[in-house]
């Protein structure tokens, strides 16, 4: 069975800073990977997806993930965070031939000015 | 515009009495699911649907009800609510196929008193 886990409860992190929120997840068969971003009072949208191919992908509002399928990773990033995006950040995975996705227990992105 | 609807979006209520939350889309999802998110344990999913009358439980099931008559339509039913029930509750739908994401309502707060 397919799980996820998300190091970080909480990311703090100054305005026009790098960050990175880390997600690894387990399989024994190929997988799909997810991340959502979950803003204030309101329900999750798609921020990126990897579905094959090039082992980086890009999403909106500037964030990119990199798949590393030898450390069973996908972690987000972005070279420079605004205080919009102080969010709830999930990661989740879907096993091939089963797309029942399975989220991470989210990690608060906080942007402080 | 393609969405998930659901209501009501805030509900206050007493232990015991029966309630049901609706959720609705518009995008002729064959899937879908309902989630409740707690601090720290992410969202867990209740129960879900692959198609009209096939539901299935979810990872925390006890003391709720689905029932999936229509396609667009999936309530979630508390018939004798209690206060750990307490939570936010998200539905969500998509396209039955790999690799794709789904699509969440705004959620759903409700508080058992």
């Known amino acids: 069975a397919q799980s996820v886990t998300q190091l970080d409860s909480q990311v703090p992190v100054f305005e026009e800073a790098p960050v990175e929120l880390r997600c690894n997840y387990s399989s024994s068969v190929s997988v799909y990977l997810f991340w959502y971003v979950q803003y204030p009072n309101q329900g999750l949208q798609l921020l990126l997806k990897y579905l094959s191919g090039s082992t980086l992908v890009k999403g909106i509002n500037g964030f990119e993930a990199e798949f590393n399928k030898s450390q069973t990773s996908f972690h987000l990033r972005k070279p420079s965070v605004h205080i919009s995006d102080t969010a709830e950040y999930f990661c989740?995975?879907?096993?091939?031939?089963?797309?029942?996705?399975?989220f991470g227990r989210g990690t608060s992105l906080i942007v402080h000015p | 515009e393609a969405q998930v609807t659901q209501n009501p979006r805030y509900l206050i209520t007493v232990t015991g009495k029966k309630l049901t939350v609706t959720c609705s889309q518009n995008?002729?999802?064959?899937?879908m699911s309902w989630y409740r998110q707690d601090p720290g344990l992410g969202l867990r999913q209740i129960y879900y649907s692959m198609n009209v009358e096939v539901t299935d439980k979810g990872d925390v099931p006890e003391g709720y009800k689905v029932s999936r008559k229509e396609k667009r339509n999936f309530p979630l039913i508390l018939e004798s609510p209690s206060p750990n029930q307490t939570s936010l509750y998200f539905c969500?739908?998509?396209?039955?196929?790999?690799?794709?994401?789904?699509?969440f309502g705004p959620g759903t707060r409700l508080t058992v008193t």
């Open positions: 995008m002729n999802h064959e899937y």
């Open positions: 969500a739908s998509m396209r039955t196929g790999p690799g794709v994401e789904q699509y």
């Open positions: 989740a995975v879907s096993e091939q031939g089963s797309y029942i996705p399975t």
